[in-house]
């Protein structure tokens, strides 16, 4: 009892300010990886508490840079902390992190595109799906330039529960510029909904819980931020391969002003796609003139079941891609036109 007590109540000791943490060792945000730093400690401190309680929990943290929202998750109590930074000069400065924490922060020098978390924390917290969520936690204030690359990393690794989640429903809460916090969280008919949302809707609840001002941040960026909150769920709303409903999403939303069966047709080639474009919206009962924003998740459930029917009846269909037949097309008019040279 007495270790969990510890564990509990640990406070870093006085430490140079995240400010003079940056003066010292002439940190610098780089514009070409989109780095904004966040230097006041209360609202890190809002943040960190916003994942809920952290007492004796497992921690990864992605993109700490020079250690604001780290310090936070180090008050928290917690039994570990994770951190996987790319960017060298950010290590000297976590490195006096960790000598103040003794055994809490680990620091991995690598990228989080990349990095293996699966083996990172003990066996012991790995939960069955079905239960209630490991004591493992990923947060981050993710740079800009990898938010959307790396959260349909993740998402597919909820999908084949790997990666963070092969310790069971691991819990995630990261920032992203507010437009892309708002497309993860979008309702159907509004304006901002959009592939992100439904991605993210069929495997997690997902909450925008803040938002955080541009001026926060330093250097201050253009646009404010959004933190968001991800709870993988016990069983995922569309129940389909990752690919194939990234692949349904994907071209329904090609075209997100005009009715959803433009979208849709390209997934069909051009010589049956009206035929089989119909076929598909009859057999999973979607109005053609529906916007994509207008799509419900139970509409994509409904789409991705058939389109899946319709490839195994077809081994082909899943492979076709409407953009290298435009290019072979285009390809054969631009030899015509040369042999008439």
């Known amino acids: ?51 809920g309680n952290l007492t004796n929990a497992y921690v990864y943290e992605v993109g700490p840079g020079p250690g604001g929202i780290t310090r936070s998750i180090l008050n928290a109590g917690v039994a570990e902390l994770l951190v996987v930074e790319k960017d060298s000069r950010f290590i000297p400065g976590l490195q006096m992190l960790s000598d103040a924490a003794p055994g809490k922060l680990r620091i991995v020098h690598g990228d989080v595109l990349t990095f293996k978390i699966e083996r990172a924390f003990p066996e012991s917290l790995k939960r069955q799906w079905e239960d209630d969520p490991p004591n493992v936690h990923i947060i981050g204030n993710l740079p800009f330039s990898v938010s959307t690359p790396l959260i349909i990393k993740w998402l597919e690794n909820v999908s084949q529960r790997n990666g963070p989640f092969a310790y069971g429903r691991t819990r995630m809460m990261l920032t992203f510029q507010k437009e892309v916090a708002e497309r993860l969280t979008a309702t159907t008919g509004s304006k901002q909904r959009s592939r992100l949302s439904i991605m993210a809707q069929y495997l997690c609840d997902v909450q925008h819980i803040l938002t955080i001002p541009g001026q926060a941040f330093v250097p201050k960026p253009e646009v404010d931020s959004g933190v968001v909150h991800f709870t993988p769920l016990t069983r995922p709303r569309i129940e389909q391969p990752f690919k194939l409903v990234e692949k349904v999403v994907q071209n329904a939303f090609q075209f997100r002003r005009k009715y959803c069966h433009r979208g849709l047709g390209m997934l069909f080639p051009e010589a049956r796609r009206l035929e089989s474009t119909g076929k598909l919206l009859e057999l999973a009962d979607v109005d053609p003139t529906l916007r994509p924003t207008q799509l419900t998740v139970s509409h994509f459930k409904s789409l991705c079941d058939v389109y899946r029917k319709m490839c195994d009846e077809d081994p082909h269909l899943f492979a076709y891609n409407f953009r290298e037949e435009l290019r072979q097309k285009s390809k054969k008019e631009d030899d015509k036109q040369s042999c008439r040279l």
């Open 1 to 51: 009892m007495a270790s969990s007590r510890t564990l509990g109540t640990f406070r870093l000791p006085p430490l140079p300010t995240i400010r003079e943490i940056i003066k010292l060792f002439r940190l610098q945000a780089v514009k070409q990886l989109s780095q904004n730093f966040l230097l006041d400690l209360r609202l890190t401190d809002k943040i960190v508490r916003k994942a």
